[in-house]
């Protein structure tokens, strides 16, 4: 085992700072860690030293990431500094790199953390095997068979003619040949196609500027390649000039670049979605709502109904995109809910159906008994959608579609990643092409797609990953060309009973009403069509465009008292919430139902995703809209004017007694 690593953390918040610590420990990287949050406890604790790595917020009430930075550089210049901040812009994390930090991962982001340590880590392992190397090489007392072969890496020293003179045992090892078989071979034959021209170049700049170092695919005699940064050193031995060198293995820290990578583009997905989805959402709110209006007008005989269905269908499609963009970045709205698979499964049997063509069978097998699981079931629809869409495309000459739920106990033995424990499987077989280990390698990279162009996003099973690792659970795939393609989901058990408040949407015309409702909204096209629509369900609806537009419509309005405030979230002037709480002040039992095309990190800095807040995402239906506001002011359960009027009647009550 590993010792502990001894981690510095400099962060004022100690939330942030217990979910990093617990982030680091869930991805297997055992640590002691010590939190200062000022200037003096930061300086304190670099001098007591026995440090590995250091952490940093960018702000602080009285201090900063760039100061705490250049002390650290100061003192100790080899322990690697990670920017971990929720504020860090583009231009600061330059700077930051620029000054000498290792790496920077943002707080809404941290799937980034564990591999930015562990490649932090690795580095400085690197450089001091590096320097050990080089005090090998000037010391001739210590080049010994002994030392050489101590060595984790490999060895070796040939003269300019390219014949080696000396190397250790792990070159034999790693190369797979025997030494009177090195003996008659060169450097260059352990390299092939472009890169052997490289590594020729770098071997004449050592000998002609004393020194170079390279990284390369080092072949085996078995054909495996190999990630290797190689040192070379010119030295004089026995009067003529030789290249003494060392060989590193690198595949590992290669593949945390990898993932590094993969991280980054992450984020730039989540700065992507947030930069549309606000816009977008409400384009196509207009868009699925007035679709929602004109097919209602159309009678099923009408020869427009077929054109209005598809303006409909293309919104709905670019709806679900946004949402799959959304759900990826992991940005979406999350509604998670104690539920049944094969409930799940039920509801959705005839949309399955749907998407399938007429010469592909599909067959359900809903397990016996199976347990509950927790997740939201519109995610849940999404991961089946996903891979019925993908098993259909691999089947266009027809095939066998299997869908099947059962219980299961994993343990981590033979599901690598997976966490041991009770849980309800998920199994979506089909008998189409298979892939091959290839593709399987970049499955659920997002926008890799085998399909033509325009015949796909590359989405899908980047966000069904994502939707299962929200809902901390496990995926597996089986797959071989020519015999078909499973997918295994795993979500755990859990005890609770069903969420029966979870209902499927109703097909019957939308709910009528007479309340007088206020409507803020700072989109004109949005405010004037969910107007329009309450309003031919027979509501009495009043207008505003902000918040402080809001209020004064409210100050000003004579007529039935308001029953519900429909607001959006983010606004000029004066946003959703805090209007809302100016007129609660007023108002005690006002309700108030938030819209936003938001993402969660925005609306969360706005209060509306706590428990208990009713929230309806963009884009929605007028039909949705209109059952969600039929149910709000139909439940009168929990006014403050009803509680006062029960403490009234039970105090009555006492009294008479």
């Not at 450089?127 to 072969?149: D, G, W």
């Not at 009770?422 to 091959?436: E, I, K, N, P």
Request: glycine share 8%; charged share 25%.
């Amino acid at each position: 085992m590993k010792p502990a690593l001894h981690i510095l953390h400099l962060e004022d918040d100690p939330n942030d700072a217990a979910l990093i610590q617990s982030i680091l420990e869930t991805g297997g990287i055992t640590c002691a860690i010590t939190r200062v949050e000022t200037h003096d406890e930061f300086v304190a604790a670099l001098e007591r030293g026995g440090l590995d790595l250091i952490l940093s917020d960018f702000l602080l009430p009285a201090f900063d990431g760039l100061a705490a930075l250049k002390i650290a550089q100061a003192r100790w210049p080899d322990i690697p500094f990670i920017v971990a901040s929720g504020t860090l812009g583009e231009e600061r994390a330059v700077d930051s790199l620029k000054s000498g930090a290792t790496d920077y991962v943002l707080k809404g982001h941290l799937v980034r953390l564990v591999p930015a340590v562990r490649r932090a880590m690795q580095e400085v392992e690197d450089r001091a095997e590096h320097r050990r190397i080089e005090r090998l090489i000037q010391s001739e007392r210590n080049f010994s068979e002994t030392s050489l072969n101590s060595l984790p890496g490999i060895f070796y020293l040939y003269d300019q003619a390219g014949k080696f003179l000396r190397w250790n045992r792990n070159f034999e090892r790693v190369s797979g040949y025997a030494a009177e078989e090195l003996a008659r071979m060169g450097p260059l034959d352990f390299f092939v196609g472009d890169e052997r021209d490289y590594i020729a170049k770098k071997i004449e700049e050592v000998f002609a500027a004393g020194a170079a170092n390279a990284e390369a695919r080092f072949a085996a005699r078995d054909g495996t390649l190999t990630d290797y940064y190689f040192t070379g050193q010119k030295v004089q031995m026995e009067g003529r000039p030789c290249l003494i060198g060392t060989g590193i293995d690198v595949s590992e820290r290669k593949k945390l670049e990898l993932q590094f990578i993969g991280a980054q583009k992450m984020e730039v997905m989540g700065q992507l979605a947030s930069g549309v989805a606000h816009d977008f959402n409400n384009i196509l709110a207009v868009m699925m709502g007035y679709g929602n209006l004109i097919l209602a007008e159309l009678g099923a005989d009408s020869p427009l109904r077929k054109y209005a269905e598809e303006i409909q269908h293309a919104a709905d499609r670019a709806a679900g995109l946004t949402r799959q963009l959304l759900v990826f970045s992991r940005k979406q709205t999350i509604q998670p809910v104690v539920l049944d698979l094969n409930d799940v499964l039920k509801d959705l049997d005839k949309m399955l159906h749907r998407l399938i063509d007429e010469h592909i069978t599909l067959t359900m097998v809903p397990g016996k008994e199976i347990g509950r699981i927790k997740a939201d079931p519109g995610y849940v629809g999404q991961v089946l959608m996903n891979l019925v869409v993908n098993a259909r495309d691999a089947m266009p000459n027809g095939g066998k579609l299997t869908i099947a739920t059962d219980n299961v106990t994993l343990d981590a033995r033979s599901h690598k990643g997976a966490i041991p424990g009770a849980y309800v499987r998920l199994t979506v077989s089909d008998t189409g092409t298979g892939m091959t280990d290839e593709v399987k390698a970049r499955l659920f990279e997002a926008f890799f797609t085998t399909k033509p162009k325009g015949k796909g996003t590359g989405l899908g099973l980047a966000t069904c990953q994502t939707i299962v690792q929200q809902c901390c659970g496990h995926i597996e795939v089986q797959s071989e060309l020519g015999k078909g393609t499973t997918f295994k989901i795993y979500f755990p058990r859990v005890e609770q009973a069903v969420d029966t408040t979870t209902k499927p949407i109703e097909t019957s015309p939308p709910p009528r009403g007479t309340e007088t409702l206020l409507l803020v909204e700072d989109e004109p096209s949005v405010r004037h069509l969910a107007a329009g629509a309450l309003e031919t369900l027979g509501y009495n609806v009043l207008r505003a465009n902000n918040g402080q537009d809001a209020l004064r419509v409210a100050r000003e309005h004579k007529g039935s008292p308001i029953r519900l405030v429909v607001t959006d979230v983010i606004m000029p002037q004066m946003g959703g919430k805090v209007m809302a709480e100016w007129l609660k002040t007023t108002y005690p039992d006002l309700k108030i139902l938030f819209t936003s095309g938001y993402t969660d990190d925005a609306l969360a800095q706005h209060g509306v995703l706590e428990p208990g807040v009713a929230f309806l995402p963009k884009p929605y239906t007028t039909t949705i809209l209109a059952r969600k506001v039929r149910a709000m002011l139909d439940n009168e359960t929990d006014t403050p004017m009803l509680r006062k009027q029960r403490e009234t009647i039970r105090q009555s009550q006492s009294v008479r007694r």
